[in-house]
């Protein structure tokens, strides 16, 4: 039977407590849809840092190579910085893995409420793609005159007809699976006048390739305005990294689901593991408390069935999870329950 | 009596329409307060673009000089780029004139709805501090190995103390003014590396002159979410020359008020004119019908003579407003009335 290697990474606060419950689903469908998951754990953490001076061993990104897939829970913790936690784990694997499409659904679930008024589940179902390696997080910058008043630091946004071009062409071929075939171009190119009329027309050029594609393009400020406003506008979105970064909080947060929206990381031509983790963080606040939301884990876990070919089952996996949401299944407390963190795995587990 | 020179600049579109009647309400203010208005109108457009092959004439910016503030309707239309019409008006007004600060209040009206469920007046009430000279709108980049696949571009962001510094202190200057003295700051520094940790070092040294403001940060993605779910949370929001520009329409957006919301470009100094402008733009699809809503130009003209000096003027015509929608005064179509965009205007010139 089909083997798919995992390799299992729960992070910190909630993921290690979301990131079981993943895995109780996904073994759920691996027994109903016949294929096997060979699991790797890794206990990579801001603990592992606080003991070892390191989020990963030195060799980190080799072992995960060795894997078809990530599944992470989330990283960073109170009194690790960002810059430690985050660029020594979550970026690195991004990038040395070429994960250059993050992919986020952007859906309201019947059964769960948009904090927009009178907007239900047919209004607000959209995809946002991000450029996920280059743009405006890069490595090139850097500060003169420190210390003084003339002190100035500068970061270079980096596009590049590769980069940019790759992830215009996933959008594309996104859009041609969803009913509505459109593509909508997040930009700024009034204001920011060398990177993003560059993009625009690299947007141009690829959409001339996709004749059957709708496209419109907003400047990144009207268009957050758009996703409040107008979130039926949209069918795919796509965006560089940081346009693509903020577009991808904004629209789970209008579809009132950051705690239970998925994410990809993805490397669509397969070459490097592709990485699955929720859109939500590390949760301090209610970490250890086994009262957090598995759903953005389970649902990150159906992206990665879809993406390792196993369509059917990442399918199971969604439709129990709009089941056990419209219908009144068990839910945790952000969503108005009183479920714990485990009755919501159990009960998607067993509907799969 | 007190004597204002003012440079009318309409522009284009429906800016024509809503700068009379800003100036019909700065009119009657000024007859009820005892001060002068000394209006120089500038016809500068697209359409002058059209004809002169310039949005402004060679010396415009010197004639704009002599004035103490520039009363501004909206610049753009349809067959002129955004490169010639905002980058030989808007842009060059900003820069020139040092209007570093870009001011504008995201407020839910009583009488009108915001998009969001179950959000009254009392929760959408706070302003938006952009830095509006430097960071990512730059004129720093360039482009290399043109029509090859090798092909980039790059743009500088850059951060200036002299830049980052003065927008902070006007934030927790204009907090001081507030009841509830708090400022949040956007930044991205767990993705944008050189830059946004620079932006949190300058805030967290301004914090240290201020111990009465409250403080905190969010990362711009999760802050552009926030500010969809949480509202209520903030009161003087602070951010780069792009976080602000996208902070500023999502805040109107969310307050369910671009067409009515108004914005300062503002040199604090007063050694240059300021530049008070609605948030909306020329609106193609409406203009000519006068239908449009002027209360944004209105209430921009509201901040214009609070900028001069003339506060109670300017409070006479914000409680106008106010007035006015919560009492169903005459509502142009946007706000779901009949009324004429002079209907508007010159109900709220007689209640000043
Ligand atoms: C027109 C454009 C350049 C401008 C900006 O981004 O500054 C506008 O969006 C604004 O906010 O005034
Ligand atoms: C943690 C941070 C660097 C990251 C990003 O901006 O890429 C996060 O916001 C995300 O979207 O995954």
Known sequence: SRTHRIAVVPGDGIGKETVPEGLRVLDAAARRFGFDLKLDHYDWSCETYQKTGRMMPEDGLEQLAQ?????????????????????GL?????RSFDQYISLRPCKLMPGTKSPLAN????????????????GEYSSSGGRMFPGTEREFVTQDSVFTRHGVDRVLKYAFELAQTRPRKKVTSATKSNGITFTMPYWDERFAEMAKN????????????????HFVQHPDWFDVVVGSNLFGDILSDLGPAVAGSIGIAPSANINPEKKHPSMFEPVHGSAPDIAGKHICNPIGQIWSGAMMLEHLGEKEAADAILRAIEKLLAEGGPRTRD??????????????????
């Open 67 to 87: 894997n078809d897939s990530i599944f992470l829970g989330a990283v960073g913790w109170p009194g690790v910085p960002d810059h430690i936690s985050l660029w």
């Open 90 to 94: 979550l970026i690195p694997i991004r």
């Open 119 to 134: 907007r239900g589940p047919a209004d607000i179902d959209f995809y946002v793609v991000r450029e996920n390696t280059e």
């Open 210 to 225: 996709y004749p059957g594609i709708a496209t419109d393009q907003f400047h990144i400020d009207i268009l957050c305005a």
């Open 335 to 352: 969503l108005g329950g009183q479920a714990g963190t485990a009755d919501v795995g159990r009960a998607l587990a067993e509907a799969v």
